[in-house]
């Protein structure tokens, strides 16, 4: 695939999560993915992804850079939406709040293989934080 063909897949797969059409997701995602070293499997990663819709009902992903070095693709993705309660330990509790997450994708073919995503936890504890007089 060239850089181009390899970042229209991406963009599609993006809307794929961001419309939450899990059937189409085999199109997208490899049977055997792997996600931070964990073997997810394709069913394994469509519970993850469900599980997050279903704790951050207004979740939305947004490309913010996007890099394609077939096959793999590197991501900065943006974030503004409102966790019910604990998000990555901290307790959000219905806050809206913007982070990024940075990830790094692996593609065999068309499908994705392997992922590597780091949150920026600190922008969201920075969010949480009481201001001080």
């Given at each position: 695939?060239?850089?181009?063909?390899?970042?229209?897949?991406?963009?599609?797969?993006?809307a794929c999560?961001?419309?939450?059409?899990?059937?189409?997701?085999?199109?997208?995602?490899?049977?055997?993915?792997?996600?931070?070293?964990?073997?997810?499997?394709?069913s394994g990663?469509?519970?993850?992804?469900?599980?997050?819709?279903?704790?951050?009902?207004?979740?939305?992903?947004?490309?913010?850079?996007?890099?394609?070095?077939?096959?793999?693709?590197?991501?900065?993705?943006?974030?503004?939406?409102?966790?019910?309660?604990?998000?990555?330990?901290?307790?959000?509790?219905?806050?809206?709040?913007?982070?990024?997450?940075?990830?790094?994708?692996?593609?065999?073919?068309?499908?994705?293989?392997?992922?590597?995503?780091?949150?920026?936890?600190?922008?969201?504890?920075?969010?949480?934080?009481?201001p001080s007089?």
């Amino acid at each position: 695939m060239t850089q181009s063909e390899l970042s229209n897949v991406y963009r599609d797969y993006i809307a794929c999560l961001n419309s939450q059409d899990w059937p189409a997701l085999e199109r997208f995602v490899h049977e055997d993915v792997k996600h931070n070293g964990a073997q997810l499997g394709i069913s394994g990663y469509r519970r993850m992804l469900e599980r997050d819709f279903s704790e951050i009902p207004d979740l939305s992903f947004h490309v913010e850079l996007l890099v394609s070095n077939p096959p793999y693709i590197a991501s900065r993705l943006r974030f503004n939406c409102t966790p019910k309660g604990k998000f990555l330990g901290l307790a959000v509790c219905g806050r809206r709040v913007s982070f990024a997450e940075n990830v790094f994708y692996e593609f065999r073919g068309e499908k994705i293989a392997e992922v590597w995503s780091v949150i920026d936890k600190g922008a969201i504890e920075a969010q949480l934080v009481p201001p001080s007089d």
